[in-house]
């Protein structure tokens, strides 16, 4: 059976619908349009200062609200620009916070829950730890989440991963797609491409005996083509995006580890902590390391990231199809090598 896991989703968030941004009254999502006339001017107003983190970050960092109340959020931020923005949001719409200025943002909310504010400007090393939390109480079925699949497939998601197998030629999915009606029909299944590693499927598939007739080669081009199955070139526009935004920092702008940040998270003559934490973002376009992980582990190493390492986590600000674009954008760099 293959989950259309997209679409539920993106159900779910619409569902959800639970927050009105306007700016100023200027910006306004669509479906926000009739509680316009519904917010009162006398709303209950938070005074939000933004310093970098190392200044503190957020002040307050925590705020409350009522379900189905609106409330007024006035940033300002005390030394360069910021960005505010409320994680998991599926249309992000975030606002600049330039020094000495106040921006307004009216919010509410229809579902109690946590949610996590973010800075979206990169205002210096330690940038994503500008974080902070919107509590949100009242009526309502609450914000939860689905355990992710990492957790329940009791993965070690900080342990090496090397692949066993790795293509010794470039992969021609194209080609790959042409044996489809010969594959057992786990080989499509959503559930297999996200617990398994290309490595791992490669050895099972190399396993059938219905393909014993196919090559090495040819076996690789149908791991590629199911990999490619799984996203779309919008998906992939997206994670560019969110990639190009968030990741490519650190992980470099073609995934190979080299992002300008990398120097800050280590000194340049120590390769290790001395506990043997990785501290240097992995090289993306090398199949040796990435084919060896599953999407389950990758997407959990987004949802929670590093122990100490400097991959911060992206649990609560990017939404599951966001993290499951993302892991079929990083694959990209190494399916292409
Ligand atoms: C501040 C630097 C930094 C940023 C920003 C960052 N990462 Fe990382 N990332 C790292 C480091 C360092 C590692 C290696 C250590 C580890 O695995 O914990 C890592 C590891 C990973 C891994 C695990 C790879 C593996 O093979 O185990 C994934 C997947 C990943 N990052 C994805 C992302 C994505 C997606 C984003 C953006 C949404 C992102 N990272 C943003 C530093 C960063
Ligand atoms: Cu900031």
Known sequence: MVINRVNKVKQEYW??????????????????????????????????????PEKGGWSPSRITAQVGEPLKLRLTSEDVIHGFAIGKMDEPSSVEIEPGKVVEVNLMFNQPGTYTFYCTRWCGENHWRMRGVIEVVGEGTPLVEDQPLYLKMGLEIDAPHPAEEVPSNSVDPQQGSTFARLLPSYALDKQTYRTSSPANLWLRLRAEQKLI????????????????????????????????????????????????????????????????????????????????????????????????????????????????ALVSYIFQFAWEK
């Open 213 to 324: 007739e196919l090559s090495d080669d040819e076996i690789w081009n149908i791991v590629a083509w199911i990999w490619e199955q799984q996203t779309s070139p919008e998906l992939l526009a997206e994670a560019k995006q969110l990639y190009a935004e968030n990741c490519a920092a650190c992980h470099g702008e073609t995934g190979k580890g080299d992002g300008v940040m990398v120097r800050d998270l280590m000194p340049p003559d120590t390769e290790e902590h001395s506990s043997g934490e990785r501290t240097r973002p992995p090289d993306f376009t090398d199949p040796n390391h990435l084919f060896g992980a599953s999407p389950a582990l990758l997407e959990g190493k987004i949802i929670r990231g590093g122990m100490g390492t400097g991959m911060p986590y992206w649990g609560p600000i990017l939404t599951d199809e966001q993290i499951e």
């Open 15 to 52: 569902a959800r619908a639970i927050l009105v941004v306007l700016i100023g009254a200027a910006l306004l999502i669509p479906f926000a349009g009739k509680w316009l006339q519904a917010i009162p001017n006398d709303l209950p107003t938070w005074v939000i200062h933004a310093r970098m």
